[in-house]
């Protein structure tokens, strides 16, 4: 049992270790940004697991209910030009104040400027309806996983190119 237990925590300082790698690839204002929007996101949604993409457009943490990426939720998508805050099913949530943006069929999201805008009465209610239209909803108890799902070998840079 130990010899389990072992592995675990050294899966999760792993996979902490490899997403600290990733946020530090950004400029030091979207990596701040990309910190304090995860650590308010996993203070309210304790329970959603965290998948982590590094892929070759955007590198995205989506907060799931299972460890399906259709389960998600909310993601942080962050590219070297910001941060947004991307609503899977974005398309089917009530947007009475107009914040989402994007036309596509199925995803919306908001930018973020600040964590100050996850605590925006309108982004919560935005949060709170997203959590809300989840087919397979959070777990009522317990703390989500960190999972890395997916690094891709080639990426765009993460920083703004030096003028």
């Known amino acids: 049992m130990k010899a389990k237990t072992k592995t675990a925590l050294q899966a999760a300082t792993t996979a902490d270790q490899q997403l600290e ?3 530090e690839k ?3 204002k979207n990596a701040a940004l990309i910190r304090s929007t995860r650590r308010a996101l996993r203070k309210r949604l304790p329970t959603a697991n ?3 993409y590094d892929n070759y457009n955007f590198f995205v943490i989506g907060y799931c209910s299972t460890e399906r990426p259709s389960d998600c939720i909310v993601s942080i998508a962050a590219a070297a030009n910001g941060v947004g805050l991307s609503f899977y099913y974005g398309a089917k949530l009530p947007d009475p104040h107009g914040l989402l943006l994007g036309s596509g069929s199925q995803n919306r999201f908001i930018r973020i400027e600040s964590a100050r805008t996850l605590a925006r009465p309108e982004v919560k209610e935005l949060i709170a309806a997203a959590v809300a239209q989840a087919e397979r909803p959070l777990p009522a108890k317990g703390k989500g996983k960190l999972i890395i799902r997916s ?4 990426q765009r840079p993460r ?3 030096s003028v």
């Open 159 to 161: 920083r703004k190119a």
């Open 50 to 52: 965290e998948l982590v």
């Open 151 to 154: 690094v891709a070998e080639k």
């Open 26 to 28: 950004f400029d030091s």
């Open 21 to 23: 790698g990733f946020i």
